[in-house]
């Protein structure tokens, strides 16, 4: 397949591995990559704070940019759920209400792509280290991705995968919430966070940059571990793709 890559905010300013890693790991399995220029936002922040005329835009255009892609692929459960699910939701009963289901039904999160479309599930990754996997609430909620990453995981080598006692709380970070509720905020990432520590993983995997950011800054700044160490996130991508360690 040609897969037309959607690479977030986020992963292009802070964390670019992760949108290498993805094309790494579609190459290998022998899909040609490509990534479109002109995308942007998805419009999710203006969204969610009620700018919906604002939003609107934003869609239209991405629905501009990625017309006639075979496959667009994001390595966020987030923004994906945006193109996805709120898109044809923003665009009812307009002239580009089609062309936003049509969008939609071409859009994969990086982890549900390989296991639902490719149907692969052994990707050739070698990860020696105990990790545990955080559900984002979007992956999980809104495009009900919960088995694709781990089965992902359990076929990596040398990698042991355990989980958590709060596998489906959130992280708190919900992008504009914890501008807007910080103290609700931290007291969910306290929750989660603490959930997955305690596991004694080495990694916390992700499918989700943004609650990788909430996490790692919560762990950081609040996580007081009987060992002195502090597990790390990680995106399934880059474990996947084998990140040098």
């Known amino acids: 397949m040609k897969i037309s890559l959607f690479i977030?905010?986020?992963?292009?300013?802070?964390?670019?591995?992760?949108?290498?890693?993805?094309?790494?790991?579609?190459?290998?399995?022998?899909?040609?990559?490509?990534?479109?220029?002109?995308?942007?936002?998805?419009?999710?922040?203006?969204?969610?704070?009620?700018?919906?005329?604002?939003?609107?835009?934003?869609?239209?255009?991405?629905?501009?940019?990625?017309?006639?892609?075979?496959?667009?692929?994001?390595?966020?459960?987030?923004?994906?759920?945006?193109?996805?699910?709120?898109?044809?939701?923003?665009?009812?009963?307009?002239?580009?209400?089609?062309?936003?289901?049509?969008?939609?039904?071409?859009?994969?999160?990086?982890?549900?792509f390989l296991v639902k479309k490719l149907g692969v599930t052994d990707v050739g990754a070698r990860f020696p280290h105990r990790v545990t996997y955080h559900d984002g609430c979007h992956g999980l909620r809104e495009l009900r991705v919960k088995d694709e990453p781990r089965q992902l995981l359990r076929a990596v080598r040398d990698l042991e995968l355990v989980e958590c006692d709060e596998a489906e709380s959130c992280c708190g970070f919900g992008g504009l919430f914890s501008v807007k509720f910080p103290m609700i905020s931290t007291a969910m990432a306290e929750v989660k966070g603490g959930s997955l520590a305690r596991t004694q993983c080495d990694y916390i995997v992700s499918s989700d940059p943004t609650c990788q950011l909430q996490l790692d800054g919560w762990l950081q700044r609040n996580w007081r571990s009987p060992t002195g160490t502090i597990p790390r996130t990680i995106h399934l991508a880059e474990v996947l793709a084998g990140a040098p360690l």
């Open 8 to 112: 977030p905010c986020f992963v292009d300013q802070m964390t670019p591995q992760v949108g290498v890693a993805v094309a790494q790991v579609l190459e290998r399995l022998g899909h040609a990559c490509e990534f479109r220029s002109g995308q942007t936002c998805c419009g999710q922040p203006s969204f969610n704070a009620g700018y919906w005329d604002e939003a609107r835009e934003v869609a239209i255009r991405a629905i501009g940019v990625f017309d006639g892609a075979e496959a667009v692929v994001g390595p966020s459960g987030s923004c994906v759920a945006m193109m996805r699910v709120f898109y044809p939701e923003l665009l009812k009963d307009t002239p580009h209400e089609t062309a936003a289901l049509d969008l939609a039904a071409r859009t994969f999160e990086f982890g549900e």
